[in-house]
Structures are given as structure tokens and as C-alpha cells.
């Protein structure tokens, strides 16, 4: 759990100004290697490049041509910067993309609209990956650390022409986008869920006292997925209303319903699954409450017997001195007083035995 | 409960296109055999026959009779994509046929109205199955695993003209559909109340330790119907407006009313046995809390009284020599020394006993 | 609690209808005795008369007279299909007065209101009895079980002319018929606050565990009550609302903000309750915890004391032979061997004594 | 908390009609005796007398004169006839006098608006006592049991014209009573902050079992209040809004949102203290629970020492007769039998020493 | 953390007037020293100045230039009292600064906005400190006790020319004050954020009690911060609308969204931080209850043990006397009686390890 939350919340940790800055400035950016490939297309014609800086982008659009700039990678500060006066993106948005961390959301700035979702990183489990996304009438530029391995099936998607993608435009592209990255949440909740599954098993067969930190664990991942799935159904239900919806045609609003629905359908499991780890948690509790009970009532069965018999040997290990009068200890000087004190202590025993089943304790 | 859940789950898991597959493919269809029927009628007409391929359909619709496709199983790719291509559905709607898991909903394809509900096996108890529901002007398309079992009822009224359907239109019939699938939980929803009754009767009665588990996986069943009531309940107060009323004749609408009603009445039904179960629970572990005091209580009853006679007899127990001076235990050779500590003994016993009950232990 | 739940929850059982029958229909009207007033009434006339069949009715209506028809006891069959034919009653609204047990509501028939709401047995505490009421512009039809003693006030004052009631329409009728409902409410609500008044004096006094079955048992009252009044709260906005309060005259509005407002104060005061009882749980549990830590203190005490002494006092019961050897227990030789001894657990008691104090146990 | 609670569930007790009285009757209507202050003023002229009975206030209403009729006690039925006589005041809105207990409310008229407040009676700390206001085009009636003390200062002030008051109309005098009003609940509620910090205090020093009854009581004094400001505020901003605000002049407005604001900040304020006191009974809880632990250590800790060595010197109290064989207990006859036990015990001892400090118990 | 809530409530506290006092006045007023700074700028002009009183302000103002008063420190009433009559404030508005620990709020006074935000004093933590900022069409006055420090970058920014803040009007500069206001945040419940990463790990890594109450205290720190940015937010929202954008340029509109979004992203964080808190502090109380568990096995099964054994040995320590009769007591004269005696008890020890294990307990 440690190697994950630091990562997370060192995310968030930057998704602020250093205080003093000046808003809309870049300084922040990382610079880590970045792919930038260029795809365009429309209806019978692919064409996909890669090109070392965003400068070279430059005259490369067309009209006639859905263009998609992919940057893969974390873009430096020059790149970001060349993008920004070429796309004329607002300094803010950028800043966003710069500074990772935040939580997702759309914003309209009139021309375009930039979208900010989360992935979370297949390795790291529960590392949540910013994906910048601007749609402009004709083009769509992602921005993703993780965007070489998230989008390749989209790729190869719209290189080999499959499905609608070729026959539409900008904004059935960025509902791919989007899609996608809904999508990738199936398999990490469906492993989280077959967690649950499994920690339930576990706890009605009397797991361990781990089984806490484990679901206190997955309450956390639990936490983070629900977080981004609400946002994520924030961001498109805004999609689709106001001033937004005019940049997506009417075509593309069944299949972007689709995507809100799908988001839907994942935090409503969520929340089941957040319901169903505390019922657990609980059952957990009373399990282990369940088994103090058990030893403790042992304890008290044990010691209910043994310590009256203890005493009445005690009595008869005193050294009063028959001798000493009549009234001292004769019990021993009898010629059954062994046996005698044995039936004595099975009697004790025995009163016991039955007083503790009518209490429902064997 | 562990032979239900992976079910719901399973059920839920398919619910996502695989990670990059094209939205609006069918390619997941099962193939399960499938009973296709159209029924047609009218005030005075009925007709029922059973087709075996979808395309057998083609050219049977007719503008004054009311048309239900009811396919009850699952329909393989090949027939989907016939009724698609026939009835002009949409792939997307489609999708959702192939993909159970879902959650309730509707769709407004504007010539036709999409329902998704689900109905609960009865057989095996809490495992949701799917009901699609395609709404047109002068047909209704159902499909349901559980059809065949499910609106048997429904058809039969058709047959025999009880009641009002027969003078009505195919949005009385969606009515019925609707209608059937919501009666169905209340029946499902008594037995959880009568097993709710039971667990509370035997928490009160001092429950084993099983009833955490039981009373957990009632919660669990909860959960699953609350979500599904919960749903419906959208759905159909959902249908009762904007565009989608149009699509309901007024004198079905005080019978849509009717079934929105029954799904308030079960989901606060749900809701009130939520909080009954888990007062029940809590009465249960106070229970149990209760009977450690009791047993820590004994336990404590009966080492207070016995340890310090313990110690008595201990002391009398010891060898040291009274030949060696006069103050080596001198009691051992009085006369009535043995009389003297069983005195000092019930002494004991007596204040422990007055103390223990002004202390309200005994 | 056992003998009312099974009631309230049976008469929930019926409120749907069997599956498969025909909605509509009212086949499980049940036949008990039923009294059927007519009482008629403007300024200055009054007259009641009863009839023995609804058919009796027909005719006796007059447009310059409020007509009230009440139905107190259960209505057979017959009787609600006559009352049906004779005030054009829709079918839906008498198949909910012949299964009851369904929630509170208000249904808008276009000529007449359909007002349903839930008297509290008074006999039987927690018992809902369904009291149904339909409104028309000269009419009004109150069908309820317990209506004989429920509104033998009302009866009372429109026959001696208190009040305002014998200057107003149909509508005010129709106010005093839902006022008398919800004043019902009072006076159980109170009932239900002593008890727990006298609960949470009990728990403070140390109650036993049987008041946790009892804080049970009221939270469960609570439910059904807070429930009923949640509801006739929605009925009574709902009635002032849209074209529902078309039917009232703008004098009885401020009559209806009276019994509206009378519904805030109870549901508020239910919440209050309701918050209350948790608190007293609580509280309860922390002092039956605080016991068990008296309890253990106690054993520990005493166990600490004397187990040392125990131990001392076995050592001078063992039989090693001083003769063996001058190291073989030559204390029992001493002249003060015994007093040294006691010397040394009075030492020890003291010491003990003064290590608990320390840690605040004494 | 005892002598309170009844107090103010008494009054709720009586805020509903006995069962089938009239509505608008004021049969309840208590007779204490009630001072009643006429106050009239404008900008250079202030009259304050007191009058007997209300009917000497019949013709002594002018125009140009804002008029405060401050009744200040439990004015008798008498009194509030002639009042709604004199007013025309709605006999609904005088039951609510008559009948306090209810909650706050602001009720429009028409011609007057009736508002309902809460004082809390500063001697009996937590019993609310109601506030009526009726608030006409140039008078304020106000009727208070607390009314000579809670309004004494507003008096005053317009008798040394203070402030704005006597340059503003009625509709700035009935802003005044309720400021006294909601500025009455911060020391109160002052007060509970400082006994909730005392308890956090108290609770991590160690506090004693009381502590959870003073905890419940505050939490129980909270929920009044809570429940009160809540209402205030409720009042408020409905006085401000829709019809009722056509009473106040715009420049009032302000004035009427900075009380808002006021309720704003306790209903935060009461938030935050009911979440602080959960917090801390969690933490006296938890405390307790770990104190419990503690004493269950020492217990373990001295019995785990001690049962093992009064099981060793038991060996050795046994009688076996070292005459009967060689090896019925040799060591008694040992030289250096007796230190060699005591070697064995010392070297328990240790070894038990160590297992728990291993265990992190010492 | 006593240090600090005093110093919370105390403000809250000083929040009202005292019972009584006029509306608006400011009697309260402070009077600490005040630094009282004069900025005036346009794009290639600015001007700083140090002012003595407010006086010394009056026909400066100039419309060509932005003006900037801010004031650091506490103003007294005069200075305070000036300031209102220059700039034509409301003394309600007025009596706001004066007493500090309100709540943050947006106000119209029509021409000029009111807000109040909080800083969070970085050296003493959790102590809210108030900024009031006036936004009129040309200028922006901000007084904060700890304005010297809070602004000094902003103040730095507008000298040397740094972003857009010379290009643009007053709206912007009331935009950067509240961002930096908001951005203090970040820091803050950064190093919450460690806190509660901390704790968590101490939590599973098995900390003592002492960690409930640094929960809690994290806990009432996050309430205050929890509090803070929700109001912050309405206060950013509600400038975002209605009447009171009408004083923000459409190019502040984006800026102004942007500080809102960080309003977010901080009460996001806050919510996630509870849960995670509330979470860790459950894991802790049950880690604790194991532990306790983990102490009473032990002491039951070294009590199971050794009380049995104690008992055999204490019969053999009994004296009858074996020549009192052949049935007493013949083990103590028997061969080998004493390793017989051994061999029982090595026995007992055996089954009951046995037993144990399979119990699960080893």
C-alpha cells in the first residue's frame, strides 16, 4: 500500500501554484522523454507520423482531415509552449497539464474544449495517470504519460478502419478518448471485486487479524476509483449539456450517453463494493469478538472447576495436629476420608458440569 | 451465498466492452437456443406463432394489429443483427442485449423507446436477469433468459382477452412487461422480510455466532435489490417524461403511475429492512457482549471467593515447626484450631458474597 | 414487538398484487361488516342516515349539499364495485383500498383526488390501518377499518355545527378527514417519547440487557411511524401543489398549511427520537463496558494479591528435610519463622496496594 | 438533564389539538398574568404606556406612528380574542400561541405575516420558550413568557433612539425582535462550546464513567439548539424571499441577511460540536477500551508468573514417602534441594520475563 | 492542540454583538498597529506608498489607475470608521472586520462586493485568520492581521511587472488575492496529508493509544479546514454568478473557475482525508482489540495448563493418614507413586496442547 499512496498524493501534492507564482506559468514542467506522433484521416485515407517537436506540426493541418496529435510521454516545457501558440491554447489549461494531480474536469474555453480524465496505471495498480484531452472543431490533442500503451488499440483502430471511427469527425475521436480511458477502470474494479470476494471468503472462515490492513487497503483503492469515476461522470454528463454539446454532433451523443452510462454502472459498483467491505469489516469484528468469547469462556470453565477442588485438597494439606482435640481435622484419621473427599470433588465437578450446560457454555 | 454472488459479478463483469473492442459489436453473443414468438392482436383478434429465425418475421407486422416479438432465452449474433436490420435498432442498444450486467435503464431512440430491467431467478434466488424491452409505435420487442417462465402469465391474458390489454396499444403492453417485472420482486422481497423476522426472533433468543453471516448476506441480497428497485423506480419515472411520454397514451399513464408507485413501496420497504437488519445486528453483538459480562462475572465470582480460601488453607498448609517457638504457628496445635479457620473461611465467603451483591452481581 | 410486526408486515405482504393477476381487479376484497353513513350537510341543514348498500346511495346526491359517504369497516367486493359505477371511481384507485398496507399517496383522477393515508391502531399501538379518501367537488367517500371510533369527533361536530365546517365545501370535509388523521399521530408519538424518557433514566440507573431489546423494539416503532409521517407529509404538499389544488378553496389552503405544518413538527420530532434512542444505545453499551471493566479490575485485584501469597505460602508446604542439608529450608526452623513469613506478605499486600493505587484502579 | 427535557417535551406534548377539538379553538390558553406594552415612535416621538387589558388599545393605532404591541407573559384567552379581533388576526395563527411547542415558522397572511422563534430560557438553560411575531404595514405584536427580559434592551433603545431604529418603519422593529432573538443563542451555545472543550480535556486526562451521561446530555442540548437555528434560519430566508418579502423595505434587506448570516455561522457552529463531541466519546471509548487492555495485561502478566511456581512448590508439598522407593521424590532428601527449586523458580521467572518483553507487554 | 481551539472559539465567539448592542456599530474594534499601504498601477505605472491614517487617502484615488489599500494588522475603530466614510462602506459590512471568526461570505452592498475568506495562520497552524477584501469598479481594499506576509509575493508581482496583473483591472486583482488566500491552503493540508500517512503507518506498524488522540486532533484540524474551503467555494461560486459577476471581466471569468477548481480539489481532499482518518482509527481499535485478544489466550492457556496440574499435586500434598484405612491414600506409599504422579500430569499437559492447537489457539 505504502509504495502507492505517496505517488498518488505526490500527485496531488503538485496540483497547486507554489505559492507566489504567477498563474498560467510553466515553470513546473518535468521534461521526460515524449512520442509526439501525428494522425490524420478522414474517410479513405490514413496518414500517421512521428515528429520530433510540436514546431514541426506547423502548415500540417488540413480541413478536410480529422487531425489527432498524440503526445505519449510527459511533454517539456518548450513543447507544451509551442503547442500552446500554435493550438492558441489558453496559458491555464496548460498549466493543468503541467501540473498533474488535479481532478477531472471540463472546461470550455470557446474554441475548444479541454478535458481532463484519469488513468490508472496497470502496473502501479492505483496510480492515477493525467489525460489531457483538447477538442478543437477539427483536431484532438491528448496529452498522456501512460497514452503510448492506453491508446494503441485506438490507433490501430482508425489505421485499419475499423468500425465508424474513419466515417466521423474530431468529436466521435475524443468520445474514443474518453471511452478508452471509462473502459480501463472495468478490469481494475473487476480484480478489486474479485479482492472482495476473496477477503469475504476468507473472513467467515475466521481470517487473521492482516485481514484488517488488507481491507482498510481496499477501502482506500476503493476511494481513489470512486473519486475519478464521479469525476468522470461529472465530466461527461457536462459533455453533454449547454454549450459544450455544440462542439459533439447528434450522431456522437447516443455513443457519449453510452460512456456516461457505463460510468454510472461503475460507481453504483463502487459503491456496493464500499458497502460490502464495511459489512465484512464488521462481520470480521464480530468473528474475532466472537472467538475472545470462546477463550474466555474456556478460561472461566477451567478455573471454575479446578480452583474449588484446589481449595478442598488445600483444606486437607493443613497440618492441624488430631491429636491437638477432637475437632481437629478427623476427616484424615477416618478410614474413607480419601475417598470420601474424592466423591466430594467428582460432586463438585459435576454440579458444575450441569450448572454450566443449563448456562449454554458446553 | 458464495454460489450467487460470482454470478451477479460475472454478470456485472461482462458488463464492459473488452478494452478496445469496437462499441456496438455484438461479437460476445451467447447462442443459447432461443424461442422466438410473435403474437399479434387486437380488440378481437389474437394470433401467436412461433418462428424459428428472426427473418421469418419480416413482412408479419401489420399497421392495425399490435406486435410482440417475445424471444425468451438467449438470441445468438446472427438473429440480433436480423431484428436489428428489421426493426432498425441501434448497435448500441444491441450491445446492451449482449452484455447483461448492466444496470436498469432507458434510451429514447426516437422512433423507439429501449428498457432495460431486471427480473430475479427465482430458482436461484438473488441472480439478476436482464429483460430487454424495445418500445415502437405498433410493436414491443422483449428479450429475456427467463422469458419463457416469466410473462407466461402475460401471454395467457393476451389468449384469453382478460382485462383491458386487447383494447389497448403496444404501450399498454410495454405497461404490462414493466408491470410483470416489478410484481415479481415483491414475492422475493416477503421472503427476506420473513427471514428478517426469523433473524431477529433468534437474535433475541440468544443466536449462535452464524447469524453475523447470515444477517451479512441478507444485507448483501438488500443491496442487490435496492439497487435494482432503486433503478427501476428511475426508469419508470423516467418514462413518464419529457419525450419519452409521448410515446404513452394518457390512459396508460394513470397505469405507469400505478407501477412507479409499487417500486417506491419496495424500495422503502428495502430501506426500512436495511435498518432492521442492522439494529439486528447490533442487538446481536450487544447480546454477545452482554453473555462475556455474564461468564467475565462468574469467572471473577468464583476466583474472588476461592483464592483467598486457597491462601487460608495455604498458610495451614505450611511446615514450619511449632517445637521451634512458641509463635511457629501456634493454631495448628490449639484445640479447636481447625473450627477457628473453617470460621474465618465462611467469613470470608459471607463478606464476598455481601460484597458481590451490593456490587448488583448475583 | 412480535405480535405487531407480523400485522404491519402482512399487510405490506398484500399490497401487491398476486403476480400475473390483472391489475385492476378486486378480487381479494375481503367482506368484513362494513357501516356505510350518509351524511349530507350545508349551513343550516344536517342529515345522516345509514344505508345497508352502496346502490341505496344512488340518487341521494344534491348539488347544494356536501355529501360525505363513510365507509367504516371492510368493504366486500360488491359494495366497491357499486361505489365504483355510481362515482365513476378508477379501478386502480379500488384495487388499492381492497389491498392495503401499500404507502401514503395522493392520485389526481382528474374529476376527484384519491388521497390515501395510515391511522396507528390505537389498540394495537403499531398497527397502520389504511384510511382511504376520495375528494370530488360535492363528495367525499372516506372508506377506513377503524373509521367508526377514527372520526366519531368529526360525525360529532358537523351534527352540532361547530366550527367552521358547516359554512365550507366538500374540500374543508376533506381537511378535517386528513387533520384528524394526523393528529392521530400525537398522542402515540408522546407514548413513544415517555418510553423513552424512561428508558434513558433506566440506562443512566444501570438498566439490565433486556433494555437493549427495548431500545429495539421502540427504533423499529420509530421506522414505521417516521415512515407514515415522511409520507403524509409528501401527500399534504403534494395536495397544495399543481393541479391537485385546484380542488381546494383558497380559505382551506391556510388549513392545509396547519396539518402540513403539523407533519413537519412530527417528523421532525420522530428525528429527534430517532436520535435520541441511538445516543441511549450507546450509552448503554459504554456503561455495560465500563462494568466489565469493574469487573476485571476486581478479578485482577484480588487474583494479584493473593496468587503471590499463594505462592509464598506453598513454599513453606513443601517437605524438603532440613535434616538433608543446613540450606534445606532452614526458615521453618526459626524461632520467628512463621511471623517473618506473614511479615513478608504483609509486605507484599501493601505494596500491592499502593501499585494499584497508583494506577488508579482503588 | 432530567429536570429539562420533560420540560421542553411537555411543551411539544401540547402543540397539537386534543384529539377532535375545533381547529382555531383557543380553549388551551393558559391565564398567567401578561404585561402588555403599547410602544409607539417615530423619528422624534417615542410613547411607551402599558394598558390592562387589549381592548384599551382600540383606536390607539395612528398611521404615522410605527406600533409595537409587546405582550410579554402568557396572555389568557380573553386577551388573545380581543387581540385577533382588534388585528384581525387568523384564529389559526392564535392557536399557535395558545398551543406553544411547535416549531419555528414564518406563515403569510396576506395582510400581516405570523412569525414564529425560539428563545432559550437563560435560567433553565435548554427550554425553549416561543417568540410570536405578527408583523403588519405599521405594527409588530410580539408575545413572549420571557418578553419583559429578552427585549428590555430593544426598548430601551427606542425609547434613547439608538441606532436607526426609530428612523425605520415596523418592518425594521420586527428585524430587531428576531436579532434578539438569534444573537440569544451564542453565549448559550458559547457556554456549550467551553463545557465540550472541558470534556476533550477531561476525556484525554482520563475521565471517569460519567463523562458519556455528560456527553449524551450535551449531545441532546446540541440537538435542540441545532434543531432550533436550523428552523430560525429556515424562517429567514423565507422571510426574504417570495411574497413575504414585499413586507421589507429594501434597506432592511441587508439588515435581514446579516441575521441570516448569524444562523448561518451557529447551525455551523452546533455542526461542528456535534462532531467534535462524537469524536471525543469515540476517543473516551477507545480510552477505556485501552485501559481495560492494561488491566487484562497485569493480570496475564502475574498469573502467567505465578501459577507456574505454585504449581513448582506444590511438587514438592506432595507426601510421597522417599522410603517407599528411590524415586518417590529424591530431591527432598537433597542437600541443596531447597536452593535448587529456587533456582528452577528463578529461572521461570526470567524466562517468562523475557517472553513478554518480547511481546512489547512490559 | 488546547493551544489552539481556544483561539478558534475564542473568534468564533467574538462573532456576535454582545446582546443588545447596536447593529453596525464598532465598539469592538481592536486597535493593534496597522500598516497601511497605498498601491496604484496601470500597464506601465506603478505607485507604492506608506500612509500614516486613512485620511491621509482621501483624493488620491485616481480613475486611470487601479488603487490597492492594504491594510496589514488590525485597524483600529477610527481608522476603520474613515475607511467607511471614504469609500461609502456599510457599517454592517464594517462591523464585520471588527469581529472576526464569522464565516466566509460573499455580500452586494451594489456598488462594491463584500468578501470574507480565511487564511490559515502558518505558525500556530490550525487558527483561522480573517481577510476582508472590498471590490469596487477601481479599487480592492484587503485587511488581514497578517496581510504583510500573506501578500508579499502579490505585492512583489504587481511591483516588478511579473504575469498580467499590470495589463489588467481591479477584478483581477481581488482574483489574485483570493488565489492566494486559497493556494495558502495547499501546504497545509499537505503536511495533514503526511500526518495522516504517518499515523497510518504507526497504526499497522502497531502504535499505543497515544494515537487516538493525535486522530482526533487531525481530525478537528481537518473539520476547521473542511469548513473553510466549503465556504470558500460558495463564496467563489457565488461570484462566478448573478448580479455579482457583473464586476468581473469576461477574461477573470476563466482565472476566477480556475481558483474554484482549487477550491474543489482542496474539499475533495478534506472528504478523502476524513474517511482515510476515520478508517485508520478503526483499523487501530481493532489492531487493539486483537492484541487483547492475543493477552487473554495466553492467559487462558497458561491458566488450562497449570491450574489442572496445581490440583493433581495439591492431592498428593493432602495428609490423611495411610494407615488409617488401606483406601487412603496408597499412591504415597506406592514404588513408583511419584513418576506415576508425573506421568498424569505430563499427560494432562499433552491433551491439553493438544486441544489448544486444534482449537487453533498455537
Same sequence: chains 1, 2, 3, 4, 5.
Avoid at 215 to 240: C, F, P, W, Y
Wanted: with cysteine; hydrophobic share 40%; proline share 4%.
Amino acid at each position: 500500500m505504502e509504495h502507492r499512496r505517496p505517488v498518488y498524493w505526490a500527485g496531488m501534492k503538485k496540483g497547486y501554484d507554489a505559492h507566489g507564482t504567477l498563474p498560467g506559468s510553466l515553470e513546473a514542467a518535468g521534461g521526460h522523454p515524449c512520442r509526439i506522433r501525428l494522425i490524420q484521416y478522414h474517410q479513405e485515407l490514413v496518414r500517421e507520423q512521428e515528429v520530433a517537436t510540436v514546431d514541426e506540426l506547423a502548415g500540417l493541418q488540413r480541413e478536410e482531415l480529422v487531425t489527432w496529435i498524440d503526445l505519449a510521454g510527459t511533454p517539456d516545457q518548450e513543447c507544451l509552449e509551442a503547442l500552446g501558440r500554435q493550438f492558441n491554447l489558453h496559458p491555464l489549461a496548460l498549466e493543468d497539464v503541467v501540473n498533474p494531480g488535479q481532478h477531472s474536469k471540463i472546461e470550455n474555453y470557446g474554441k475548444y474544449l479541454f478535458i481532463v480524465l484519469y488513468l490508472l496505471d496497470p502496473l502501479k495498480a492505483i496510480r492515477p495517470v493525467q489525460v489531457n484531452i483538447f477538442l478543437g472543431a477539427d483536431f484532438v490533442i491528448s496529452i498522456c504519460e501512460e497514452g503510448e500503451q492506453a491508446f494503441h488499440l485506438l490507433r490501430k483502430r482508425i489505421k485499419e478502419g475499423q468500425g465508424l471511427i474513419r466515417q466521423q469527425g474530431s468529436d466521435f475521436l475524443a468520445y474514443c478518448v474518453c471511452d478508452a480511458v471509462v473502459d480501463h477502470y472495468f478490469p481494475i474494479l473487476e480484480q478489486l471485486g474479485d479482492q472482495l470476494t476473496f477477503l469475504e471468503k476468507r473472513t467467515f472462515a475466521g481470517a487473521s487479524q492482516e485481514i484488517v490492513e488488507e481491507i482498510h487497503s481496499l477501502k482506500m483503492d476503493l476511494l481513489v476509483i470512486g473519486r475519478l469515476t464521479m469525476e468522470a461522470q461529472e465530466v461527461l454528463s457536462e459533455m453533454m449539456q449547454g454549450e459544450n454539446s455544440s462542439l459533439f454532433g447528434s450522431s456522437v451523443a447516443y455513443y457519449l450517453r453510452d460512456v456516461l452510462d457505463h460510468t454510472h454502472q461503475l460507481s453504483r459498483s463502487v459503491d456496493s463494493y464500499r458497502q460490502i467491505s464495511d459489512s465484512t469489516l464488521n462481520s470480521h469484528l464480530s468473528l474475532k469478538n466472537h472467538q475472545m468469547n470462546e477463550v474466555i469462556k474456556v478460561l472461566t470453565i477451567i478455573t471454575s472447576i479446578f480452583i474449588p477442588l484446589t481449595f478442598i485438597v488445600g483444606v486437607y494439606g493443613m497440618n492441624f495436629q488430631p491429636e491437638a482435640g477432637p475437632l481437629n481435622m478427623p476427616e484424615i484419621t477416618w478410614q474413607y476420608g480419601y475417598p470420601f473427599v474424592w466423591g466430594v470433588m467428582l460432586l463438585v465437578v459435576f454440579v458444575m458440569l450441569i450448572i454450566f450446560r443449563r448456562k449454554g457454555w458446553l
